[in-house]
């Protein structure tokens, strides 16, 4: 190499001074581009406070936390709800909307308890809702399953007060038998039932009637069958009004 080699100005195999040739493009590193955060939607904050209240309860919702689990500021949730307890409403219908509206058959009784055991299901898979059914139930997936049930109950026969009582009656029983099953299910050991069963049995003396109808003896009837025994005696009820009102 001469010194005349030395001193000339790298160049590339394009022939332009200053500049080398790249490496090829299976060999670069592509600089890390920061990935963009999701925006934050009300459907966002649906979906982390279900899963919140799912963990948690009630009570283990907080504002704090939700803003947590979104990645937020607190502040931020506040351009889409205003309080907890919208939060806890919107939730409420969010879950609704996991309830199947059945299709219309020509069996109202049997729309009926499709509807029902849906319902049930669906409060038995987020324990801490039938507690708040109580609260205005104005969101669009309550009123569209409350809309098939009256209209169910309407083909049935049912109209004016015997409607009105007879869609409360059913909400009544639904909620809490799932109020019921998902406390139990949250508070009691494996073994607690059986042990207030046997309480009972050995005070047959002072509780003859219980102790004879196996009170809390769960595996003589378990909860899936009262359940469909209670629906089914509350439909036959309105069956029967219902046939007495045509009548009339």
Request: aromatic share 6%; charged share 25%.
């Amino acid at each position: 190499m001469t010194s005349a080699d030395r001193g000339a100005p790298a160049t590339s195999s394009a022939g332009q001074p200053g500049s080398r040739t790249p490496a090829p493009v299976w060999l670069r590193t592509t600089p890390s581009r920061r990935r963009r955060r999701a925006p934050l939607t009300l459907e966002r904050i649906l979906d982390a406070a279900v899963t919140l209240l799912d963990e948690h309860g009630i009570e283990g919702l907080t504002m704090r936390l939700l803003a947590q689990r979104l990645d937020v500021t607190a502040t931020a949730l506040y351009w889409h709800v205003t309080t907890k307890d919208d939060v806890l409403d919107l939730a409420v219908d969010r879950i609704f909307g996991d309830v199947p509206i059945p299709s219309v058959t020509d069996d109202w009784l049997e729309d009926t308890r499709v509807l029902a055991r849906a319902w049930r299901g669906t409060m038995l898979r987020h324990p801490w809702a039938p507690s708040l059914i109580g609260r205005p139930m104005l969101g669009p997936n309550v009123l569209a399953r409350t809309e098939f049930l009256q209209s169910a109950l309407v083909r049935g026969g049912c109209s004016g007060l015997h409607l009105a009582v007879t869609t409360r009656v059913l909400a009544n029983f639904v909620i809490g038998a799932s109020l019921t099953e998902a406390t139990w299910r949250l508070t009691a050991d494996p073994h607690a039932r059986a042990a207030a069963h046997d309480h009972i049995a050995a005070s047959a003396d002072a509780y003859p009637t219980l102790d004879a109808s196996g009170h809390l003896d769960e595996t003589r009837w378990d909860d899936d069958l009262l359940f469909e025994e209670g629906l089914n005696g509350i439909l036959r009820s309105a069956a029967r009004v219902g046939a007495s009102d045509d009548r009339a």
